[in-house]
């Protein structure tokens, strides 16, 4: 991942492609300046030409006062001084202005297109389909194509000022229990922080929300995109995730789910029981990226001229289960075994 300076000189046809690798929102819209911005946000830190190990945290099996989310990679970054958003919540009569933070940044490894004849860098041009010319990005603007060849052109400023009531608000419209919320809704998360005046409203309304349970459903426009969000309250801190559209999401259809086999109550019992076996509490710093661990030593047995493990070209071949319930409680006594161990 670059780090600011070397992000300051690519081009602005180099940092959209970072972006869409990275699946930075709002993209093609942004300037040069901006996309460095957004961009750093990522990781403003990061050595040039290693790989990032600060993932590599000690594990923290607790930590009084600190939310479990936050547990483990002390090291991690936190967040940058630059807000990708500013407003305000808003509820009933009370206004709370407010930044947004990133919250959660992409660790993957980025490489580069290259020829496999040369290892010369691909790079895109915008052309346009009609001239085959490259086209300037100050002469690229939107279009919608409403029929085939039809197009209704947006300026960015149009973009931008087409009106919602959510454009400069996280306008929280009520509250529910979180748990009504199914986790398929959620996609991105941010911190939002209170400007300097705003803090002891901030505080008020972190601390009702922790004491009440719930969540607050808001609507809130970001990079020309009207979302549905939660805000919740994290150790003192505002947490806003956005969320999809119901309209959004899928209806999952399955032609092997429309007639479902028989199961006994034996089956599901035991299965019930190694559900209860694998049980235990949550410790995030458990887990980490074992892919990414091991592209990191590939890439550094590169850099070194050694050779690369690879896996086989095909796993091994899933073992066949003729017997349900024999498989479960075999899976049952095995994690017995463990836990006493």
Do not use: C
Request: charged share 35%; aromatic share 6%.
């Amino acid at each position: 991942m670059a780090n600011r300076s070397e992000l300051d000189r690519m081009s602005r046809e180099e940092l959209y492609e970072l972006a869409k690798k990275r699946n930075l929102s709002g993209r093609s819209q942004m300037d040069k300046q901006q996309l460095v911005a957004a961009l750093s946000e990522k990781d403003p830190t990061r050595p040039k030409g290693r790989p990032d190990k600060r993932d590599s945290a000690p594990v923290v099996e607790d930590g009084e006062g600190v939310p479990p989310v936050w547990r483990g990679g002390e090291d991690r970054p936190t967040t940058t001084s630059r807000a990708v958003w500013r407003g305000a919540i808003t509820f009933g009569l009370i206004t709370i202005p407010v930044g947004l933070y990133t919250a959660v940044e992409d660790r993957d490894i980025s490489f580069r297109l290259l020829s496999a004849k040369d290892g010369s860098r691909v790079r895109y041009k915008r052309v346009s389909a009609e001239s085959g010319e490259e086209v300037d990005w100050d002469d690229i603007v939107q279009g919608y194509e409403y029929e085939k060849g039809s197009y209704v052109v947006f300026t960015q400023e149009e973009l931008e000022r087409i009106p919602s009531d959510s454009i400069r608000a996280v306008d929280v419209v009520q509250f529910a229990p979180g748990d009504q919320i199914d986790p398929l809704y959620f996609d991105r998360s941010y911190y939002l922080a209170p400007d300097k005046q705003a803090v002891k409203a901030y505080t008020v309304l972190a601390e009702a929300l922790h004491r009440s349970g719930r969540v607050g459903i808001a609507k809130v426009t970001i990079r020309e995109k009207e979302r549905l969000a939660t805000l919740r309250a994290v150790d003192g801190v505002l947490v806003l995730e956005t969320m999809n559209w119901p309209d959004e999401i899928r209806r999952p259809a399955f032609e092997q789910l429309e007639s479902r086999p028989e199961v006994s109550p034996a089956e599901v019992e035991m299965a019930a029981t190694l559900i209860d076996h694998l049980t235990e509490d949550f410790v995030p710093s458990r887990y980490h990226d074992t892919y990414r661990e091991r592209l990191e030593e590939a890439i550094q047995a590169k850099i070194e001229g050694e050779e690369v493990q690879l896996a086989p070209a095909e796993g091994p071949e899933p073992e066949k289960v003729t017997d349900l319930l024999e498989a479960l409680r075999a899976s049952v006594e095995a994690t017995r075994d463990r836990r006493s161990a």
